[in-house]
């Protein structure tokens, strides 16, 4: 899913007063977020540009987080503007549902890419 993917669909399930760049940063946000504790914890993918390279994202750049998983993105730009408007227990409603959706994503990248420290056993 491309960033401007992202902040449509955003757009189109919560209505809010906020501007696309200010739901783009709630995106970036989240793709930093799984950049630092996922992707730099894992052996290096030869597809994913370096954090520096990588930020800040332009609008048809792609998310870390493929279509699978990509609702990750969506429940916590829409957490996020819960969280600003005041709406406590929808806030934490989206929250449980991006911590659902975030574990997910880690689970599936552990078993496709070999965290770092970790030495694979060869059996022949």
Known sequence: MK??????????LKDNAYDDETIKKFIEDCDKRIYKEVIEIHEKNKNILSYEKRYPLKGDDELLADD???????FYAISQVDLFN?????????MICYN???SDFKAYYNRNFM???????ITD
């Open 86 to 94: 005041g709406e406590t227990d929808r806030y934490t409603n989206n």
């Open 115 to 121: 965290p770092l420290g970790v030495r694979r056993i």
């Open 3 to 12: 960033v401007n993917e992202a902040i449509e669909r955003v757009n189109s």
């Open 68 to 74: 699978a998983y990509c609702q990750l993105y969506i």
């Open 100 to 102: 659902s959706a975030l």
